[in-house]
């Protein structure tokens, strides 16, 4: 019976095909992918955006050059921060810098490398206005911009982060801060606050990795034409047994910008930071595309971290810097916004990080620092994923 069912359904199929044919009503063949340039493409917030690149390193020197470490400074007092972020202004803008991570890694084979993510988006700006999307800092949500640029040139990658603003990663790092200062620990009111956001997040950043599959479907291609790398969050502060400071000492908010209680930096770099990463690994795993595990790319180089220090007369040295922004309460440097983003020498490193995983199998990867580089951010090393 089975065989007479599909023997009849075959036939009535190409039965309903030459009749299509024959009144000239066949369906229009599927749009295929372009045949162009190639390009990488970055989406998402500000830790792919490039927010923090105007700094190398970090200092609580104000004069001149700002010991060498703002890349901003073009002579005298004088600062031009769209020397570093381009076309997006020093405040409220995307903050997409010249050494984001798209913009330098060594992707062979990439003719351009477009930066899409924006510093302060959360999923809802980049998905598509079709699937809910909202614009955000003037410009269409992000899958949309993609779509245009799908059908125009030959995408062959695209990094994505996106889900710690939906968290709230800042503001939890905010808070923390404050609740030093008041001698509060901040763990035990953020972390169930955490524990319940995390199934919601993971759903909406299910949602974008989806709706950039179904944008990319609709240009023409499949979805083995390109590489979606999914990318988690390192974390910007060292656990509580790592830092240069004793906990009680002003400097951790006055010179050195991490004011940050030993127990809540703990919980935020080995329970915090994990779980992100963690939701965002799963998340891979179930949509098929490829994981950049960054939780512990920049270990070591995090602000005040044991073994690091602010540059002075010696100038940016990032075997010693930290490479993370530090926390400029009095906006003094540059903007709050920087603030605990990977900096200059984060970012390069990051974007060895993504060249790495480019030239290796599609796959989930941990991205490390590879100490046989003696310090050079450049010098990154990658291994499977547990």
């Given at each position: 019976?089975?065989?007479r069912t599909r023997t009849a359904s075959r036939g009535a199929a190409l039965l ?25 493409v970055a989406m998402g917030d500000s830790f792919i955006s490039g927010e923090g ?334």
């Amino acid at each position: 019976m089975r065989t007479r069912t599909r023997t009849a359904s075959r036939g009535a199929a190409l039965l309903t095909v030459a009749l299509l044919g024959l009144a000239g009503l066949t369906a229009p063949p599927a749009e295929a992918a372009p045949v162009g340039p190639t390009v990488a493409v970055a989406m998402g917030d500000s830790f792919i955006s490039g927010e923090g690149g105007r700094w190398l390193g970090n200092t609580d020197r104000y004069d001149g050059s700002r010991s060498g470490t703002d890349r901003a400074w073009t002579g005298g007092s004088k600062y031009d921060p769209g020397k570093v972020y381009a076309s997006t202004g020093a405040v409220g803008g995307c903050h997409r810098s010249d050494v984001s991570e798209i913009a330098t890694a060594p992707l062979p084979g990439i003719d351009e490398r477009v930066n899409l993510a924006c510093s302060g988006a959360e999923t809802v700006n980049v998905l598509s206005a079709a699937a809910g999307g909202r614009p955000y800092q003037g410009e269409a949500p992000q899958t949309d911009r993609l779509a245009a640029l799908a059908r125009a040139k030959r995408v062959k990658v695209i990094a994505l982060s996106i889900g710690g603003n939906d968290l709230g990663f800042g503001t939890i790092i905010g808070d923390c801060a404050y609740d030093w200062y008041f001698k509060r620990l901040c763990w035990k009111t953020q972390a169930p606050v955490v524990e319940q956001k995390l199934p919601g997040v993971r759903a909406k950043v299910t949602a974008v990795v989806d709706d950039i599959r179904a944008t990319m479907r609709a240009a023409g291609y499949a979805d083995g034409d390109y590489r979606l790398v999914l990318q988690s969050y390192p974390s910007p502060i060292p656990g509580g047994e790592s830092f240069r400071l004793s906990q009680n000492d002003s400097d951790r908010m006055f010179k050195d910008g991490c004011p940050f209680n030993d127990r809540d930096a703990t919980w935020a770099a080995y329970t915090l930071v994990p779980q992100i990463s963690d939701m965002v690994k799963a998340v891979a795993g179930a949509r098929g595309t490829d994981y950049m595990d960054l939780r512990d790319a920049l270990a070591g180089h995090e602000v005040c971290s044991l073994g690091t220090e602010q540059v002075g007369q010696r100038g940016p040295d990032a075997r010693q810097d930290e490479w993370f922004r530090f926390l400029d309460y009095v906006n003094t440097q540059g903007t709050l916004e920087e603030s605990m983003h990977p900096n200059a020498h984060g970012q390069r490193a990051l974007a060895a990080c993504l060249g790495l995983v480019g030239a290796a199998a599609p796959g989930r990867y941990a991205c490390t620092q590879d100490w046989f580089g003696n310090g050079d951010p450049s010098h990154m090393r990658i291994r499977p994923a547990g």
